[in-house]
């Protein structure tokens, strides 16, 4: 359903790249830029299949101890981080967080900020 | 379709009839063992291996009675804080105060999870969020939690806490979150940096020089040669589950 739901999305932007999400009458996500470009896999590799690199790095993580710094989630978040008026970055409660433009337009709930800190690095609230 | 490199596709296709199905049953034992030894090279190549074990030795008389470097220690490192509710709040590592009651004689001493080599946490969780490490760290895969607290009845030390509140402002390094079980993860992202546990360090700059930190497998290690000098206690050394953790003057 995860996989489903991206390749809708990746299917909507491509579209919206093409002819222009005017043209559609429709409404898409903006999605915030990133700091660097590509530097895991290209732009439509992670929007389909991030949640599956995300997956496999968690369990190697915890149960192996792998800890390589380029697909950590805490390099996504600072690499994704949209800063806020504040100029700090802002976290999974405001609807610009990176992870939410996309998810909160597919309606695709993510339950990893339930645990992990959405801002790069500790923001007490 | 196989995203990662180090990692065989699982990708099961759908078998018919009862040839293909038992075709299919074979194929299936083949996937079983291949993942298996595919896990086993990573975890040599990735450094965590049943080589060793890490283990904490702590010398109680070196342990000051007023003094909780090592709990604050671990509170700040970890993201841990109380909600003035002391009957439910998380505690990762905490002071214990033991009175002979022939004598009077008090002692203070911290106790966290003892990272028992026989971890009854980890037999008794029924979705193995509770596990072993191959290093001997005793851990909470909380991608896997469901809360069910099973662990924490049985644990001896009472060692191991239930997120009751939402959590905010975690330490990247230290996920926690309401509904899941926590404990001591023995500082894990530092030991994986090859670091000492913050309670260790703590200890070390603020309070009495209490603690060592080591590998209790490497007989050269100093805490190996601390243990074979002279000895130490596991706290209920009666249960059998041999813990990594061990106490001098108690």
């Known amino acids: 359903m995860k996989r489903f739901a991206a390749i809708v999305i990746v299917l909507l932007t491509v579209a919206a790249g093409s002819a222009g999400a005017a043209d559609w009458g429709v409404p898409f ?11 895991v896999r290209d732009t439509q590799f992670m929007r389909a299949n991030h949640m599956e690199l995300l997956l496999h790095q968690r369990d190697d993580t915890v149960h192996q101890g792998v800890r390589p710094k380029q697909t950590a989630l805490t390099e996504c978040l600072t690499c994704h981080a949209v800063k806020g008026g504040d100029g700090k970055p802002l976290t999974v409660k405001d609807p610009k967080h990176f992870c939410r433009a996309c998810h909160d ?14 801002a790069p690095e500790a923001v007490n609230k | ?25 074979v ?26 074990r890490w283990g904490m030795l702590i010398d109680i008389n070196k342990c000051e009675d007023g003094c909780s470097a090592c709990v604050t220690a671990c509170a700040e490192e970890n993201g841990w804080r109380g909600h003035g509710n002391p009957r439910t709040d998380a505690q ?10 022939q004598t009077g004689f008090k002692k203070s001493l911290p106790v966290m999870c003892q990272h028992c080599a026989e971890p009854p946490c980890v037999y008794v969780c029924p979705t193995g969020a509770s596990f072993k490490r ?9 991608h896997i939690c469901i809360g069910c ?28 979150g309401k509904g899941t079980v926590e404990s001591c993860t023995l500082c ?12 260790v360090e703590a200890c070390a700059k603020d309070g009495g020089h209490a603690f060592m930190f080591g590998d209790l497998n490497d007989p050269s290690s100093d805490i190996s040669k601390q243990l074979a000098q002279y000895g130490a206690t596991a706290i209920r050394g009666d249960l059998g589950v041999d813990p990594g953790v061990r106490y001098r003057g108690l």
Request: charged share 25%; proline share 7%; with cysteine.
């Open chain 1, 29 to 39: 996500p903006s999605v915030p830029k990133a700091a660097a470009e590509n530097c």
């Open chain 1, 105 to 118: 337009y597919a309606a695709v709930t993510i339950d990893c900020f339930s645990c992990h800190n959405s």
């Open chain 2, 1 to 25: 379709m196989s995203l990662f490199d180090k990692v065989p596709a699982c990708d099961s296709a759908p078998v018919e009839g009862r040839r293909g199905f038992l075709k299919g049953l």
């Open chain 2, 27 to 52: 194929a299936a034992g083949a996937l079983a063992i291949a993942p298996g030894v595919t896990l086993y090279k990573f975890a040599e190549a990735a450094g965590v291996s049943s080589a060793v």
């Open chain 2, 92 to 101: 990762w590592i905490r002071k214990v105060t033991l009175t002979d009651k």
């Open chain 2, 134 to 142: 191959a290093d001997g760290i005793v851990l909470v895969d909380k």
């Open chain 2, 149 to 176: 607290r099973y662990c924490m009845m049985a644990c001896p030390y009472k060692a191991r806490s239930f997120v009751h509140e939402d959590v905010d402002g975690q330490k990247p390094h230290a996920p926690r």
């Open chain 2, 188 to 199: 894990v992202h530092r030991v994986d940096e090859g670091r000492q546990p913050a309670c």
